[in-house]
């Protein structure tokens, strides 16, 4: 992995991942290095928060971004595989898109 950038003030670090290259869909089948995120996961249920806010606003605007609120389930569901137990409040149910009524059947959460 490249080394990269740390945001200090949000306990962040952005790198590109030049060693496991992602399949990606335009062009169709072809692979690109992944930019990785890595923050601890009070701020990654924190990201997943501002992506449910984000697509209520989006969905208010009459767009509809139903894979981004799947993106904010995704993150919150490993923030809190991360620290099972853990109380912070940032690992609290997303306030736009409750689990139930955006989650597809089969849905089992982190891997």
């Given at each position: 992995?490249?080394?990269?950038?740390r945001?200090?003030?949000?306990?962040?670090?952005?790198?590109?991942?030049?060693?496991?290259?992602?399949?990606?869909?335009?062009?169709?089948?072809a692979?690109?290095?992944?930019?990785?995120?890595?923050?601890?996961?009070?701020?990654?249920?924190?990201?997943?928060?501002?992506?449910?806010?984000?697509?209520?606003?989006?969905?208010?605007?009459?767009?509809?971004?139903?894979?981004?609120?799947?993106?904010?389930?995704?993150?919150?569901?490993?923030?809190?595989?991360?620290?099972?137990?853990?109380?912070?409040?940032?690992?609290?149910?997303?306030?736009?898109?409750?689990?139930?009524?955006?989650?597809?059947?089969?849905?089992?959460?982190?891997?």
């Amino acid at each position: 992995m490249s080394s990269g950038i740390r945001v200090a003030d949000l306990e962040l670090e952005i790198r590109v991942d030049r060693a496991q290259r992602m399949v990606v869909e335009d062009p169709p089948g072809a692979t690109l290095p992944a930019v990785v995120l890595r923050m601890p996961p009070y701020r990654a249920a924190e990201l997943a928060h501002l992506l449910d806010r984000w697509a209520a606003v989006c969905v208010t605007a009459g767009g509809c971004v139903p894979e981004w609120v799947l993106a904010a389930h995704a993150l919150l569901d490993v923030a809190r595989a991360a620290v099972p137990g853990a109380s912070y409040p940032e690992l609290a149910d997303l306030l736009h898109s409750p689990a139930h009524d955006v989650l597809p059947d089969g849905w089992v959460g982190p891997a």
